[in-house]
Every structure is written in C-alpha cells, then in structure tokens.
C-alpha cells in the first residue's frame, strides 16, 4: 500500500475473495524520452506494491499501488485467478488508447502447495495486481494509466503522478548506483550433497521411472550494503538485453526479481508464441570459443535428448488448443555468460482462450519441471532441500482480453533483509555428469550475483 500518497488497496486482498469493484481507468501519453521517464519513482519504497515487467521486444510495464489483487492456491489456482480478474475487468470502464489498458501483473509459485514464508513472505502460490498507477512504454510511445474507484479518483491520481514522474531524476541514471556488494554467501546444497542428489535423479532414470528432471540449488547472498533492486535491473538491462527484466515488490516481504531469457508463452488474439529452451554451455573467451562451446552443444546427444525432450511435452501440451501448430529450426540463444539451445515455437489458437490457459497447460516444461512430470516433481520434492517459491514460475500480465505474456522466472532472486536469495537449476539426464551439472549450475547464478558484487 502506498501509504505515503494515501494510495489505498481497493479491492480486497485475501486468498480467494475479491467483492466486484467497478474500477475507472484513465490514461494519457507522456511527452518524454524514454531515457527521462522518472520510473524509478514508481518503485521506490518497500512498503508499496511495485512491479516491473520488460521484454526483450520493447514493452515495458512499471507498476505501483494495488486497484485489485488476486490470489489463489491450490490445483485449480489458474482457474480461480482467471475467474476473479474477469470480474474486475469486465466491470472496469478503460478510456484510452489500447497500449495503456491497465493489466493485470504477476505470478505463480513453482508448486500449487507453496505457502508463504521467508524468503517467500508476501508471495502466494499465484498473485497477480492491477496497478493503480501503470506506466507502459512500447516502441510507440509511453503512456500512464491510473486506475481508481471513481472517475475523480482516477483523475487525480493521474494528474499526481504526471507531476511527479516529470519532476524526479530519471531511473535509467539510477542504474549507475553501487551494486550493494556481498559480505558472505551459503549454499544449500554442497558439492558431495549435489552429487548424491543427481546420483538419485540417475537411479530413478536407469529404473524407468524418470526420463528428466531439473535440479535446482539456492545460494544465500548476505549483503554488505542495502540493495538497490530497481538499478541493479537497470544494470541487468545492460549486460543481457536480450532477456526479459521483472521486479515483484509486496508491501510486505521481499522483492523478487530476475532476467530471464526464457520465454513461456505469449498470446495475443489467436497467435501464440512460446519456445523450448534447455541446453547449457558457456561463453568462450573468443568467438571461435564460443564457437566450439556451441558445436559440442549441438553434437551432443545427451543435449540434444535434454533438449528434444522440451520440445516434445510443449508440441503435445499446445496441440489441444492449436489449429496451427510450428515448430521452427533449431538455434542458438547466446547470453553475456552462457548459451542455450532453443527451438522457437508457434501456434494459432483453434478458438478463444485465455492465455493462463495455456500457462496453465505449459507450466512446468521440463526445462524447469521434467518428464514424466509427477515423476520429475517427486523427485525434486525428495531431493531438494529448499522451497522453489516462484523460481523456475510463470511470472508477467494478462489482460482483459486474456491476452498476455509469460517468462519463465529463471536467473532470479528474492531480496529480503540484506539477503538475496538466488536460484539455479540444470536438466538431468541419463548419462549428466555429477560435476559437469554442477558447473552449469553456477553459471547461472552469474546474472544476478555478478551484479551484487
Ligand atoms: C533451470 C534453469 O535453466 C533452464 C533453462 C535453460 C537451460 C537449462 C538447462 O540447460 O538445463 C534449464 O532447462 C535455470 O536457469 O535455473
């Protein structure tokens, strides 16, 4: 809540109940370059709901304040979240242009059994808020948005922040601030615990009853200074470009943020996009190493299964709602510290649906899950000695429409208390290697915990 301007939550926030609200919506296009619009004031301060949500094709969404929440638990959390949003929207008056139509941003836990608690505190097995106050940046323009209970509300609040995002520094030179640097770091999960963990995962494969599971590890980050979330994204904007930004603040609790490069699904009328993403390896030192790193990748058949394995369980999740169905050649996705494999993949929808359906239907692929995925959940469920919470999660918006896009909450971590706490997982197959997996893994700790040091 944002106390400070008497931004008041005006729906309600528990679990299941949300009472009808007719919200007003109101928006205007801000006469400013990107590189001045003050967003970083829209994400300061903890003990607001913030949220920021950026694709590597330009949109750009920051958040603040809640007009409604939604949020559920259990198996049929989709359904439920689905359910009260169309409430809201279907009440909410929207006088504006199409890009700054409010929406709805958030997330879901890994498992539908999550509960709450640190480093989770805040964060529900699926949450999702419309912002009172959003502002929407795609190649076209920039636009705010405001959202309140009465048409006066709405204005005033737009009229308020207008003045406000005007009058503060720009949050594109915010990112210049000091990472907070890191005082000590503890891990879950030591080398010889890891080894037995994978040992597990390869046991249940020679017996048939596994064909891939991703294992994950988390790394506590003890912080020497006070972490600035919003420049350290701003920094993480930077080194990966290509990837997708989010930032997830409660009014209590941590802040949950990350880059990942993997996308889950987005939607837009009947047209789909999502991609099969798995396959590690790292950067070289020169192009012709790098070059070397990838050709290995893509003769190796252990990578190879790893990654075929994804794109098979997303061909066959997507089919019952596909007319169309694409699957594109194989590629090459290269980060600033690691390259992946991945296939792109498209559909046209065969009638009208919403896009947390199709999360529902894709979540988890076994680039984050496994296959069969009972089986892979099991075994993570055994073997890991922590709570995934929203690691490795379908994290982004919907709409009224249900339209939206989804990542998938890789290379990510919780900030809570001078900590953050990070998360990284590797596909197991039969024949990984203990200590090779393990040195993917810490590859991909480097996005966030590059830029804490
Ligand atoms: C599970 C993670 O990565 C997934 C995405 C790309 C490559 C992966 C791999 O090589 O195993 C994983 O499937 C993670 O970043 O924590």
Same mark, same amino acid.
């Given at each position: 809540?944002?106390? $400070?301007?008497?931004?008041?939550?005006?729906?309600?926030?528990?679990?299941?109940?949300?009472?009808?609200?007719?919200?007003? $919506?109101?928006?205007?296009?801000? =006469?400013?370059?990107?590189?001045?619009?003050?967003?970083?004031?829209?994400?300061?301060? !903890?003990?607001?709901?913030?949220?920021?949500?950026?694709?590597?094709?330009?949109?750009?969404?920051?958040? %603040?304040?809640? &007009?409604?929440?939604?949020?559920?638990?259990?198996?049929? #959390?989709?359904?439920?979240?689905?359910?009260?949003?169309?409430?809201?929207?279907?009440?909410?008056?929207?006088?504006?242009?199409?890009?700054?139509?409010?929406?709805?941003?958030?997330?879901?836990?890994?498992?539908?059994?999550?509960?709450?608690?640190?480093?989770?505190?805040?964060?529900?097995? &699926?949450?999702?808020?419309?912002?009172?106050?959003?502002?929407?940046?795609?190649?076209?323009?920039?636009?705010?948005?405001?959202?309140?209970?009465?048409?006066?509300?709405? !204005?005033?609040?737009?009229?308020?922040?207008?003045?406000?995002?005007?009058?503060?520094?720009? *949050?594109?030179? $915010?990112?210049?601030?000091?990472?907070?640097?890191?005082?000590?770091? %503890?891990?879950?999960?030591?080398?010889?615990?890891?080894?037995?963990?994978?040992?597990?995962?390869?046991?249940?494969?020679?017996?048939?009853?596994?064909?891939?599971?991703?294992?994950?590890?988390?790394?506590?980050?003890?912080?020497?200074?006070?972490?600035?979330?919003?420049?350290?994204?701003?920094?993480?904007?930077?080194?990966?470009? *290509?990837?997708?930004?989010? /930032?997830?603040?409660?009014?209590?609790?941590?802040?949950?943020?990350?880059?990942?490069?993997? #996308?889950?699904?987005?939607?837009?009328? *009947?047209?789909?996009?999502? =991609?099969?993403?798995?396959?590690?390896?790292?950067?070289?030192?020169?192009?012709?190493?790098?070059? =070397?790193?990838?050709?290995?990748? #893509?003769?190796?058949?252990?990578?190879?299964?790893?990654?075929?394995?994804?794109?098979?369980?997303?061909?066959?999740?997507?089919?019952?709602?596909?007319?169309? /169905?694409?699957?594109?050649?194989?590629?090459?996705? %290269?980060?600033?510290?690691?390259?992946?494999?991945?296939?792109?993949?498209?559909?046209?929808?065969?009638?009208?649906?919403?896009?947390?359906?199709?999360?529902?239907?894709?979540?988890?692929?076994?680039?984050?899950?496994?296959?069969?995925?009972?089986?892979?959940?099991?075994?993570?469920?055994?073997?890991?000695?922590?709570? #995934?919470?929203?690691?490795?999660?379908? /994290?982004?918006?919907?709409?009224?429409?249900?339209?939206?896009?989804?990542?998938?909450?890789?290379? $990510?971590?919780?900030?809570?208390?001078?900590?953050?706490?990070?998360?990284?997982? *590797?596909?197991?197959? &039969?024949?990984?290697?203990?200590?090779?997996?393990?040195?993917?893994?810490?590859?991909?700790?480097?996005?966030?915990?590059?830029?804490?040091?």
């Amino acid at each position: 809540m944002d106390r $400070s301007s008497g931004e008041g939550q005006l729906a309600a926030d528990s679990a299941s109940t949300v009472e009808p609200v007719d919200l007003v $919506s109101r928006s205007r296009e801000l =006469e400013c370059e990107d590189d001045h619009v003050a967003v970083g004031a829209l994400l300061r301060g !903890d003990t607001a709901s913030r949220i920021r949500w950026a694709t590597p094709d330009g949109l750009e969404l920051v958040g %603040r304040g809640v &007009a409604a929440r939604f949020a559920a638990g259990g198996p049929d #959390r989709f359904d439920r979240i689905r359910t009260q949003a169309s409430r809201v929207f279907d009440a909410l008056a929207h006088d504006g242009p199409e890009p700054a139509r409010p929406r709805a941003v958030g997330g879901f836990s890994f498992h539908d059994g999550h509960e709450p608690g640190p480093p989770w505190t805040g964060f529900d097995a &699926a949450a999702f808020v419309v912002p009172q106050v959003l502002l929407t940046r795609t190649d076209d323009g920039t636009w705010l948005t405001t959202v309140g209970t009465r048409a006066d509300e709405a !204005d005033d609040r737009l009229e308020r922040w207008t003045d406000r995002l005007a009058a503060l520094p720009s *949050n594109r030179s $915010s990112g210049s601030a000091p990472a907070p640097g890191v005082a000590s770091t %503890r891990r879950t999960t030591s080398k010889a615990a890891w080894s037995d963990q994978v040992e597990t995962a390869l046991d249940r494969i020679a017996d048939g009853r596994l064909t891939k599971v991703v294992l994950a590890q988390a790394l506590s980050v003890d912080l020497e200074g006070a972490i600035d979330v919003p420049a350290t994204l701003e920094r993480l904007r930077r080194q990966y470009p *290509n990837c997708y930004r989010f /930032l997830v603040g409660r009014e209590v609790g941590g802040t949950f943020f990350g880059a990942p490069p993997e #996308r889950l699904v987005a939607k837009r009328g *009947n047209r789909v996009e999502t =991609e099969a993403l798995a396959g590690s390896v790292p950067r070289g030192e020169t192009p012709a190493e790098d070059r =070397e790193h990838v050709e290995r990748m #893509r003769a190796d058949e252990k990578f190879q299964h790893e990654h075929e394995l994804v794109v098979d369980a997303i061909r066959e999740q997507l089919a019952p709602f596909a007319r169309e /169905l694409t699957v594109s050649e194989q590629t090459i996705r %290269r980060l600033a510290t690691i390259q992946h494999l991945q296939t792109p993949i498209e559909a046209i929808l065969d009638g009208d649906r919403h896009v947390l359906e199709l999360v529902e239907a894709l979540h988890p692929t076994p680039a984050v899950g496994g296959v069969p995925p009972d089986a892979a959940w099991e075994t993570i469920r055994d073997t890991e000695p922590f709570g #995934r919470g929203w690691y490795a999660a379908p /994290l982004g918006w919907f709409d009224g429409d249900g339209d939206g896009e989804f990542a998938v909450a890789l290379r $990510s971590g919780v900030a809570a208390d001078g900590t953050v706490t990070l998360f990284a997982g *590797n596909g197991i197959v &039969a024949d990984s290697d203990p200590a090779e997996e393990w040195d993917e893994v810490q590859l991909k700790f480097r996005p966030i915990l590059d830029e804490l040091r």
